[in-house]
């Protein structure tokens, strides 16, 4: 099968890219990579990304797909055998966890970049809610507790190994609170579809950017990063 040229236009610590690495990398696809500064971005980028954000997949050199759930459902398309469900139902609650992950992925960021004590708590809260929602459902919802990599898992990873590095005592995420998602950190990430979809300065990537931006949770996560590095 003829692959056509890809090239994803990336943002180095992006949760979003990160979900279209990993898909790229589990399917085994070859891909043009190319790092942007999304604070001083190209003139390029600007004229080619619909919403001036990242991932933006450009296909043959040509067509643009953007949203990391649209671009991984392309790349899992055109790379068989596939990972979406064949059943419309199915596939409909596929895409329903992958945007309710998104909304996850939102407030962790949140939570990490919150600027003020009170902003943090409220995040850490709303974090951890969705959090006991997402394993409270694992525990009778088989399609979220298979085995078999997913698209989902292609989306809950980055969550997964932020909160990891970010550990906390005032983190929405604790292992033993969340044994299956737990578990299922512990199933993703030695995949090296999961393991390489950063650079290899992930960790110090994270706290410098977390250092450029100001606030009680910046200041407080890029120097427990910077001390881990």
């Known amino acids: 099968m003829n692959l056509p040229h890809l090239h994803l236009i990336s943002f180095a610590i992006c949760p979003f890219v990160q979900r279209s690495v990993i898909t790229l990398k589990y399917k085994k696809v070859p891909f043009e990579l190319d790092l942007i500064n999304l604070l001083d971005p190209p003139d390029w980028f600007r004229e080619r990304s619909p919403l001036g954000k990242v991932p933006v997949l450009i296909v043959d050199r040509e067509t ?29 609650r596929t895409r329903a966890w992958i945007e309710y992950l998104s909304e996850q992925t939102l407030a962790q960021y949140q939570w990490m970049t919150a600027s003020t004590e009170d902003a943090f708590e409220l995040a850490r809260h709303t974090a951890a809610r969705g959090l ?98």
């Open 132 to 229: 006991e929602r997402l394993e409270q459902q694992m525990t009778r919802d088989d399609h979220l507790a298979t085995p078999d990599f997913s698209l989902i898992d292609a989306a809950l990873a980055p969550i997964l190994m932020r909160y990891t590095l970010l550990e906390d005592p005032d983190s929405p995420w604790e292992a033993d609170c969340f044994p299956r998602l737990a578990g299922r950190w512990e199933a993703l990430r030695d995949m090296p579809a999961v393991r390489d979809s950063v650079p290899t300065d992930f960790t110090a990537q994270l706290a410098d950017y977390l250092r450029q931006r100001e606030g009680f949770a910046p200041a407080h996560f890029a120097a427990k990063l910077a001390a881990s590095t």
């Open 64 to 92: 643009v797909l953007f949203e990391s759930a649209v671009i991984n459902e392309y790349i899992d398309a055109i790379t068989p055998p596939p990972l979406m469900p064949a059943e419309p139902l199915e596939q409909a």
